[in-house]
Nanobody
């Protein structure tokens, strides 16, 4: 069983930066894919960025060139560096892991990011 705990959310002005962290309990080496999703009130949860065990990354068009996902296997942590934040980035951000050969998934509890204009 893999458990995920997010941190780093908060309130920031437009144009500012935040770094989210997702700490994994259990071995990060067993995880095939880790990702960040977000969900704003009244909207569907959407993929923000993902990273594979081979460090291949994928980003939503809306965050390309502004957000960077990375993983530190030694610290069992995945990061989401968010720069040039916009009010439309306001959401609850969730960490996600796919492991067990892709057969199992786990979600974090979410962390609120609020960007003021």
């Amino acid at each position: 069983q893999v458990q995920l705990v997010e941190s780093g959310g908060g309130l920031v002005q437009a144009g500012g930066s935040l770094r989210l962290s997702c700490t994994v309990s259990g071995s990060i080496f067993s995880i095939n894919v880790m990702a960040w999703y977000r969900q704003a009130p009244g909207k569907q949860r959407e993929l923000v960025a993902s990273i594979t065990s081979g460090r291949l990354t994928n980003y939503a068009d809306s965050v390309k060139a502004r957000f960077t996902i990375s993983r530190d296997n030694a610290k069992n942590t995945v990061y989401l560096q968010m720069n040039s934040l916009k009010p439309e980035d306001t959401s609850v951000y969730y960490c996600y892991a796919q492991y067990g050969g892709g057969l199992r998934t786990s979600w974090g509890q979410g962390t609120q990011v609020t960007v003021s204009s």
